[in-house]
């Protein structure tokens, strides 16, 4: 197991959130490695905690499938597995062409001056090589096109898929051979949503997702094979 993690204490949180984002950080970023299992006692030590905020954390990241229960071994690190990925990303992509059709639709310009904002600084972020403050950037990105949609049961269907899309987003993201096709793929997005081309904007939002599932599998398939 990692030490490298630490719990950064925030007083507007309560002990047991602290926990859960530390952790849920340390499997986002790797330092939890997929099947490495999760000893209540070691990281409550690890992280001068007692057992139970540990517990509560590993039950909330249950249920955001980043930790897999095994019986009579516990709690471990969830397996990225071609499957898992493909599901969600499946109803991901089907979501973000709808989100892209209305935002041509319904975008204000308002938020089309955010959105070419968030082109700007996800293309800045890159170039800081910091995978975390990037994958943030391209959250906020996505999240003005989803907000352009003016749908909240649209916005509600994606964030609750977020959290697992973020993991993949890291995958995709810690590979820096891909940041320039996602800056391509970003302006091809805005430039589609600014045009109030709705066929062209879909089938961009549609191969955003095609590449991060291609990518991401390739990983996936290297990482097996090194084992």
Do not use: W
Not at 39 to 51: D, W
Not at 81 to 99: F, G, H, I, P, Y
Not at 133 to 153: F, P
């Amino acid at each position: 197991m990692s030490d490298n993690f630490q719990v950064n204490m925030d007083e507007f949180l309560p002990l047991r959130d602290v926990v859960f984002n530390t952790l849920r950080k340390a499997i986002l970023t790797g330092e939890l490695k997929p099947g490495e299992r999760l000893m209540e006692i070691h990281l409550a030590n690890k992280l001068g905690v007692s057992r139970t905020p540990i517990r509560e954390a590993i039950r909330k990241l249950e249920l955001e499938g980043l930790v897999t229960m095994i019986p009579r071994r516990g709690a471990e690190v969830a397996q990225i597995t071609e499957k898992s990925l493909k599901d969600v990303l499946e109803v991901r992509r089907a979501l973000d062409a709808l989100c892209a059709e209305l935002a041509c639709e319904r975008i204000t310009d308002e938020e089309m001056v955010h959105l070419k904002e968030a082109c700007a600084q996800f293309e800045k972020a890159t170039r800081q090589k910091d995978v975390t403050v990037i994958a943030k950037a391209d959250v906020a990105l996505h999240d003005i096109i989803v907000a352009a949609t003016g749908n909240q049961r649209l916005v509600q269907l994606v964030n609750n898929l977020a959290e697992q899309m973020y993991r993949y987003r890291f995958e995709y993201i810690k590979d820096k051979s891909q940041h320039e096709k996602l800056i391509e793929e970003h302006r091809i997005i805005y430039e589609s949503i600014l045009n109030k081309n709705c066929e062209a904007a879909a089938r961009a939002a549609k191969l955003h997702i095609d590449n991060q599932e291609s990518s991401i599998i390739k990983q996936i398939r290297l990482e097996n094979k090194q084992k």
